[in-house]
């Protein structure tokens, strides 16, 4: 799904989150595991400020383990519980529930104190548009609810889905905005396929996947495109030189030729990037704990 984010959509859908969130005793928070912090939105801890928060680290079956693992530990030392998910095959999704009784305990133990017989855990999952959001919501609900096109600023009344015992699920998403006046994160999210195609260019994000694959991929460059000998990047100006010199490899062996013989550069770059998105290049992470932006 994508959507179109103007100042006044942006103003319109933190209102709304703020409101939501008050009935909410736990945020779940969604990310893209291969891009863990492109992927979240830079108002997300204003927005759930107080609540307990819950960090899921979704399509982890598209990420790097290790750097997967990295993320998860980056968060866990700064105290934030963290899963790690496949929404699509519901890998580590049965778990989520009681995580967020034990984010709850406090609560409950308050209100016990009053008197007061503490209501279900009522939990909202969160995230930027394309992050896996509905196709979790139907996996905890066991059925399909999420209407997948939902949008911000539409109002549909809403209703609780019941996960397990203790849990209480909102049947819509929060749909917060990506993060785009960083060209960097955008190239992230474009790579992703996070964000509208018409808004990026093939040729920029390709350059910087094959730029990040020759420093952390290189077995995986190779082998999809056949090539033998691949550069060392020494990161000064003759590095472009070597990822164009590999656009001309890559395009030659993939018969993207113009006439005359030229490669095709935004033919070979398209398919560098669709190779990325549907995992032909292999599980890869655009981004480790030291280079998040937010
Ligand atoms: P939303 O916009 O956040 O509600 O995202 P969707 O639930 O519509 O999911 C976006 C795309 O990601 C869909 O094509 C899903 O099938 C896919 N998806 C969601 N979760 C996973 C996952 O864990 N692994 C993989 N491989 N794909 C997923």
Redesign the pocket.
Known sequence: ?NIQWYPGHMAKAKRQMIEKIKQIDVVIE?VDSRIPSASRNPLVDEIASGKPRLLLL?????ADPAATAAWKSYHERRGLAVHL?????G?GTSSIAGSVHQLTSQRRKKMEEKGFKPHPDRALIL????????????RLAGKKI?K?G?RPGVTTAQQWIKVGKTMELLDT?G?LWPKFDDPEVGLRLAATGAIKEELLDFQEIAFFLVQLMLQRYRNQLAERYHLSVLPELNRNDQDQEKIIGLFDAIGKSRGCLMSGGLVDYDRTAEIIVRDYRH?KLGCLTLELPAEKTI
């Not at 979704?58 to 598209?62: S, T, V």
């Not at 998910?85 to 095959?89: A, C, F, G, I, K």
């Open positions: 799904m969604l979704n399509k982890i079956d598209m998910v496949n929404s699509q095959t890998q995230g930027i548009p394309n992050v896996g959001k509905s196709t979790l919501i139907n999420a997948i939902d998403p749909i995992q």
